[in-house]
């Protein structure tokens, strides 16, 4: 488990009681889309027929999608807290920035390689 750690690129530091917090918010997140999937999955809603039928399975298909997608970078995070990797860009190998950490937990990549994969879809 990771106890301390230098973030950033102004030697911001994820302390120990930032990693405990952040390890806490990554847990909220699997249950709140672990529960997400389960009332999708058993969604009493009956699907009415025709083009309005469709647009509702096709809404509960991507929000499927999407928790599942969410649900395995909470995971992968968790796994990477655990094996002490977290907190290091899976592109550049350098530190991701502690801020960044804070508000988006499950980030695998810093500021600048995210921008540069997201310009080149």
Do not use: N, W
């Not at 969410?70 to 550049?92: F, I, K, Q």
């Not at 991701?96 to 600048?112: D, F």
């Amino acid at each position: 488990m990771v106890t301390h750690q230098t973030i950033g690129e102004r030697g911001g530091v994820l302390t120990s009681e930032d990693l405990a917090a952040l390890r806490d918010d990554l847990h909220e997140q699997r249950l709140f889309r672990e529960e997400q999937l389960r009332q999708l999955a058993a969604d009493p809603t009956p699907l009415a027929d025709g083009p309005r039928g469709a647009g509702r399975i096709e809404v509960r298909v991507k929000l499927a999608a999407s928790a599942r997608m969410v649900l395995a970078d909470v995971e992968a995070a968790l796994t990477r807290m655990d094996t002490g990797t977290y907190g290091t860009c899976h592109l550049c190998r350098r530190p991701i920035q502690r801020e960044r950490l804070l508000i988006v937990p499950q980030a695998r990549y810093c500021a600048r390689c995210q921008q540069v994969r997201e310009a080149s879809r």
